[in-house]
């Protein structure tokens, strides 16, 4: 897929994977995923989104646990004819993030990739008893994002 920045190993690389179905169509979908300064309208755990340029944006976001992230998401691949919409981030995660959107049974099939390193200090110093927590909580907020989607579409 692809590899964040640095050689810190595997103890603070995290490697997500979430398939969402979804009962909109693949246009309306991919429209409403690539206007990233709006997620926080739909998806709770997504606090602040805050436009750099035409290409960049700085994220504010916290799941279950109490931590926040924030990290500066910069567009890598926006492809509407395949669904591709992929960034680059920086700041306390290191690394990328992809949705794939397509046709799926139904509806539409969102397919959610990151590969990122963890590099918030705090944080990278619980990695070792943290990491199951820390995957948990990615877990339930991936849940959070897909209900907070659905019900956003749903109101059309």
Known sequence: ????SGPSGRLHRYRFRSVW??????????AVLERGE???RWWPQVREVVPLDDRSG???F???LPYELTVVATEVRR???VGVLEVAMSGDLV?????????GAGGTRVVFEQDVELRKPALRWWALVGRPLFRINH???MRAGRRGLAAWLARG
């Open 79 to 81: 492809d509407p004819g």
């Open 95 to 103: 690394g990328r993030a992809r949705w794939t959107v397509a046709p």
């Open 38 to 40: 709006a997620y926080p």
């Open 62 to 64: 916290r799941s279950f």
């Open 139 to 141: 877990v339930l907020m």
């Open 21 to 30: 179905l979804l009962s909109a169509q693949p246009t309306v979908v991919y």
């Open 1 to 4: 897929m692809f590899a964040p």
């Open 58 to 60: 700085s994220a504010r």
